[in-house]
T-cell receptor
Framework: AQSVTQLDSHVSVSEGTPVLLRCNYS??????LFWYVQHPNKGLQLLLK??????LVKGINGFEAEFKKSETSFHLTKPSAHMSDAAEYFC???????????FGTGTSLTVIP | AAGVIQSPRHLIKEKRETATLKCYPI?????VYWYQQGPGQDPQFLIS???????DKGSIPDRFSAQQFSDYHSELNMSSLELGDSALYFC?????????????FGPGTRLLVL
C-alpha cells in the first residue's frame, strides 16, 4: 500500500529565507513521487517529480527535492522564499500501476514580508 | 501549451438534483483521472479511464458515474446530490507513453450543493 505523510500542516517563513516542506512516504515498491502547488482558488500545478532517475530533482520556481530511499523521504526545499510562494503544497505518490495518485494532507506555506 | 479544460468552472445545484462535469484532456493524452477535494481536504481519487475503459476506481459513490468518450473527453455524472458533495472536482490527464506517470491537472469545477 502507498501513503504519504506531510509532517507539517503549516509552515511560516520570512521572505528571503529558506523553505523546507517535509514529506515521508510509504510504498511497497519503487514509487514515483511528485510535489504539486495549489494557490488559492486555483488548480494543482506540478512543481517537480521523481521517477527513479536522479535523486536530486529540480523543479520550477527554484524549488528542488531530494529522494532519500533510506529515510523514505522526499522533502521540498527552496533557498530563498518569495511572497508568491505562499500556497498549499501537496506531496504525492503514485500507485503501483502508476495510475491513481495518493495525496498527502498538504502543507500551507505562509511567507512573511 | 494546451492544458486540461474543465467545464463548467462553477456549478450550483440543489439537493437531489443531478450534475454533469466535463473534462477535456491535453491533446494526445489518453488517460483521464477524476478527484474530489472537499473544503480544507486533500484531493481524493475517484476514478480513472484509459482508452475509454475504466482503469481504476477509488472512493467514488454509487450515485456517481463517469465515462470517457471516443475523443478522450470524460464526463462525471452525479445524481441525487447531497450537501456533502460540495467540493472542488479536479480532472487530470496523462499520456500513455512518455511521461505516463505524470498527471496534469485542470483548474477544477467548484460544485456547491444547497
Amino acid at each position: 500500500a502507498q501513503s504519504v505523510t506531510q509532517l507539517d500542516s503549516h509552515v511560516s517563513v520570512s521572505e528571503g529565507t529558506p523553505v523546507l516542506l517535509r514529506c515521508n512516504y510509504s510504498s511497497s515498491y519503487s514509487p514515483s513521487l511528485f510535489w504539486y502547488v495549489q494557490h488559492p482558488n486555483k488548480g494543482l500545478q506540478l512543481l517537480l517529480k521523481y521517477t527513479s532517475a536522479a535523486t536530486l530533482v529540480k523543479g520550477i520556481n527554484g524549488f528542488e527535492a531530494e529522494f532519500k530511499k533510506s529515510e523514505t523521504s522526499f522533502h521540498l526545499t527552496k533557498p530563498s522564499a518569495h511572497m508568491s510562494d505562499a500556497a498549499e503544497y501537496f506531496c504525492v505518490v503514485s500507485g503501483n500501476t502508476g495510475n491513481q495518485f495518493y495525496f498527502g494532507t498538504g502543507t500551507s506555506l505562509t511567507v512573511i514580508p | 501549451a494546451a492544458g486540461v479544460i474543465q467545464s463548467p468552472r462553477h456549478l450550483i445545484k440543489e439537493k437531489r438534483e443531478t450534475a454533469t462535469l466535463k473534462c477535456y484532456p491535453i491533446p494526445r493524452h489518453d488517460t483521464v483521472y477524476w478527484y474530489q477535494q472537499g473544503p480544507g481536504q486533500d484531493p481524493q481519487f475517484l476514478i480513472s479511464f484509459y482508452e475509454k475503459m475504466q482503469s481504476d476506481k477509488g472512493s467514488i459513490p454509487d450515485r456517481f458515474s463517469a465515462q470517457q468518450f471516443s475523443d478522450y473527453h470524460s464526463e462525471l455524472n452525479m445524481s441525487s446530490l447531497e450537501l456533502g458533495d460540495s467540493a472542488l472536482y479536479f480532472c487530470a490527464s496523462s499520456p500513455s507513453l512518455r511521461d505516463k506517470e505524470t498527471q496534469y491537472f485542470g483548474p477544477g469545477t467548484r460544485l456547491l450543493v444547497l
